[in-house]
């Protein structure tokens, strides 16, 4: 019947037709120069039978749609496949859900696809794919210049498989719909980052809507996303952002009118993110709030975000708390301090900077006329530090609020500082709990400080505040502190 009229939709699905009728048909194929269309759906095809009917369809310059899905197509089978897919100029849908192409097989389609200028839909669902897969496929669509829906569903692709998905978005600009529902919701919010960088929407489901089982903040993150829209605030405390995520996230600072605070605690951006994520804050418009509370940028991390805020003109509220910053990065903090008129509030806690590291920032803090808060809670300063930090103060008018929690302030040291701080005769709120000062020492100081006219020494006691607590979700302050009950 085939070699006969040469008909142009060929649809044999659920024939069980196997390895023997496979070699029939593509017998049969290989003078149809009219077939568009071919659905072989669950035949216990293998791979000599794909090999049998892609050899007749190479020559075929009309086939629009394959579909071979619920086959036993292994890795040999999806090479087969893919030198198929290089000659073929005319395939548009390719369908390959429920076989066993593994990544091998997935990794030689990527291949041919990377350049393919005609295939609009490809389906790789139930294929045993990983996140070696995935990636591959992300570096297809980088290149690839015509595919419109890609189905991933039901592999095992992972958080990392997603992450190379969404770094091939920041490069595709055709792709309308991403299907792969057993991914999380980190991973969903990882393709939406790249679209909120790219300023684009796109179909991250079958239906349009996001799965009720995500969290209420990764809901409002992806539906942002799906409708092209960047959120005031984007909430992206504990979605194990690591460095991969920067380069979006850049983009987003950079381009977006509307980000006014990014929320980036607890997470895992070391100096490499930090490097990619500040060219975006040094041209960031919006941007008026940055956390980066426990993460692991370190001294070098600090120097690339230092460079970049010496540029911007918007941030007014910076939270670096707990990231293994010493006395070096305080001091690139310093030269961003003498040079910064926007930023209102620094938050240091849980750091390392030590005696040296407050008083480089004491001295800049000496010609700086707009920082109102400074928290350098538990960072290993004794009285030197803060006698100098006090000492520097005198020539500054405009911080009012000095954090010293925590650190190895001593009574001699506290009794120092409130003297030194008296001079400057301005309105402000000083807070020492938590250092090595006994409680009758403590309210002997808060006697002292209420005899000044401009000193207000803060207490609370049915609070502590601990940095190393920061991982617990509930009741984390800006500056990564979680306030726990004595």
Do not use: W
């Amino acid at each position: 019947y085939i070699q006969s009229f040469k008909p142009s939709v060929i649809d044999l699905s659920q024939n069980n037709i196997g390895e023997v009728g496979a070699s029939a048909l593509a017998e049969s194929l290989k003078e149809d120069q009219m077939l568009s269309k071919l659905a072989l759906y669950n035949n216990k095809l293998e791979t000599q039978g794909m090999e049998s009917i892609c050899m007749a369809l190479q020559k075929c310059n009309s086939l629009t749609q394959l579909l071979l899905g619920n086959n036993k197509i292994q890795s040999e089978g999806g090479e087969i496949i893919a030198r198929l897919i290089t000659c073929c100029p005319t395939l548009a849908q390719l369908n390959l859900c429920n076989n066993q192409l593994s990544d091998r097989g997935v990794s030689a389609i990527a291949k041919a696809l990377g350049a393919n200028k005609s295939i609009k839909i490809l389906s790789l669902s139930s294929n045993k794919i990983t996140h070696l897969g995935a990636k591959d496929i992300a570096l297809a669509l980088e290149s690839n210049p015509a595919l419109k829906k890609l189905y991933m569903d039901y592999n095992n692709i992972t958080q990392e498989g997603a992450r190379f998905l969404a770094r091939g978005l920041l490069s595709n600009t055709t792709l309308e719909k991403l299907q792969t529902n057993d991914v999380d919701a980190n991973g969903h919010v990882y393709y939406a980052l790249s679209l909120l960088a790219k300023n684009r929407s796109m179909l991250l489901s079958s239906n349009g809507y996001v799965p009720q089982r995500f969290s209420n903040k990764a809901q409002e993150i992806i539906y942002g996303a799906v409708q092209g829209k960047t959120p005031a605030t984007l909430d992206l405390k504990y979605f194990q952002i690591s460095n991969t995520e920067c380069k979006s996230l850049s983009s987003i600072c950079l381009h977006s009118k509307s980000l006014l605070c990014l929320q980036l605690g607890c997470n895992k951006i070391s100096a490499e993110g930090m490097a990619e994520l500040a060219s975006g804050l040094a041209s960031a418009e919006s941007l008026r709030t940055l956390d980066l509370h426990q993460n692991q940028i370190g001294d070098e991390g600090c120097k690339f975000l230092c460079a970049a805020l010496e540029k911007n003109r918007s941030l007014t509220t910076l939270c670096i708390a707990n990231n293994k910053i010493t006395e070096e990065g305080a001091k690139a903090i310093a030269s961003f301090l003498l040079i910064n008129e926007t930023l209102l509030q620094l938050s240091l806690c849980g750091n390392l900077i030590g005696n040296a590291g407050v008083k480089s920032i004491g001295e800049a803090l000496g010609r700086n006329a707009a920082l109102n808060l400074l928290d350098v809670t538990e960072n290993g300063i004794g009285n030197e530090g803060a006698l100098a930090l006090a000492s520097a103060l005198l020539a500054n008018s405009s911080l009012v609020k000095i954090y010293l929690e925590s650190n190895k302030i001593t009574y001699e040291g506290g009794e120092g500082l409130l003297q030194v701080l008296e001079k400057r005769k301005i309105p402000m709120k000083l807070r020492l709990e938590g250092n090595e000062i006994l409680k009758e020492e403590f309210t002997t100081l808060r006697l002292l400080a209420e005899k000044t006219s401009s000193i207000k020494l803060l207490l609370q006691t049915c609070l502590l505040y601990t940095s190393d607590a920061a991982d617990e979700r509930a009741s984390v302050d800006l500056c990564g502190r979680r306030t726990i009950k004595k």
